[in-house]
């Protein structure tokens, strides 16, 4: 029987505190790239590749096969170099099906033109909830799992979990529901889901906040999730909504969101420069 575990290796972005997976299957050494993370400085509106051109480098180092490219979700809190990773790894790109209704959502709030396909043409594949895909021999599954976004999705990769933004590590709680089409009661609905995973399911967050000062991690257990995470401990349904909602009032929009989304609902396709040769990013302004 094939191993089933995939080796998993974490980078971590500390500006979005954002982690970038590589996914491997060691008896192919083909690989799945996980929420790529493209550099945006929000203060000088300079973006830069950084933290992709490491994945690049890995993959060169190691010679491996690179079967897919995948968004968990169009992020708010960094944009995605999936495109980027495209250009120099000739791999597929994916994200979920139903982000199409996040595109409907943002084309509104950007005041998008008719130029703007909300039909998630700018990806090669959306996966819909239990889709089964291959990276090299492992099976992979996809998991609809909204709240956070709209279109958040989990992928189940052997024995791997990559949550997304809906589970950080146990010693910090679980993600936020307050952007445009979150949604507390969904996001608790997709928490249950992913923790009926055997308990030994490795869980790799999409994020990490080093609370109290402690270095990055991203690797829990479906086990330690359930047993240790303050956000899961006695809630009730009705008592997670009525935590993650006042949680949420306090928090203030990520640093890159606005820009952010116009990026990550093309896919992570910078906008076009104009006649000077510069590119410029549309801000709504007093919208939020």
Known sequence: MANSSPEVVGLYEKLSGSVQYVCIDPATQRCAIIDPV?????????????SADEIIALIRERELGVDWILDTHPHADHLSAAIYLQEHLDAPRAIGEHVVDVQKLWKDIYNFGDDFPTDGSQWDRLFADGDIFKVGDLQACVMHSPGHTLASITYVIGDAAFVHDTL?????????ADFPGGDAGTLYQSIQRILDLPDATRVFTGHDYMPDGREPEWESTIAEQRDHNPHLQGMTERDYIKMRNERDAELPLPAQMLAALQINTRGGRLPEPEDNGTAYLKIPLNRF
């Not at 945006?40 to 300079?46: E, H, K, L, Q």
């Open 38 to 50: 493209l550099n945006y400085d929000a203060n000088s509106a300079r973006a830069t590749t950084e």
């Open 168 to 176: 950080f590590m146990p010693d910090f709680g679980t993600a936020r």
